[in-house]
Nanobody, 124 residues
């Protein structure tokens, strides 16, 4: 059974830091691109950061560039893979539910998996 489980959310003051983790299990994710998305109250879900399967490239939305860092720890022997998001200098506008995503191709079909999210609240 495929599972993506986020953790590390919470309440933090503006200017503070949090580190989100996403534990991915149930299939090999070392060949999947992975990323973080977020959804603020009343808004659409938006892309935050992404990372290639081999960590050779990372991508960020402009509003978090220079403040957030995405990284991953690919599993060995098909064990769990873990995705991270280090968030520094947090701002109230970063308040949202953060979701982990894994995107890959299996037998020519695109597969996309989502976690259930972790809430980040930044107070001013």
């Amino acid at each position: 059974q495929v599972q993506l489980v986020e953790s590390g959310g919470g309440l933090v003051q503006a200017g503070g830091s949090l580190r989100l983790s996403c534990s991915a299990s149930g299939r090999p994710f070392d060949s999947y691109a992975m990323g973080w998305f977020r959804q603020a109250p009343g808004k659409e879900r938006e892309f935050v950061a992404g990372i290639r399967w081999d960590s050779a490239a990372t991508y960020y939305t402009e509003s978090v560039e220079g403040r957030f860092t995405i990284s991953r720890d690919n599993a060995r022997d098909n064990a769990k893979s873990t995705l991270y998001l280090q968030m520094d200098n947090l701002k109230p506008e970063d308040t949202a539910v953060y979701y982990c995503n894994a995107l890959g191709t299996v037998l020519a079909s695109t597969m996309s998996y989502w976690g259930k999210g972790t809430l980040v609240t930044v107070s001013s």
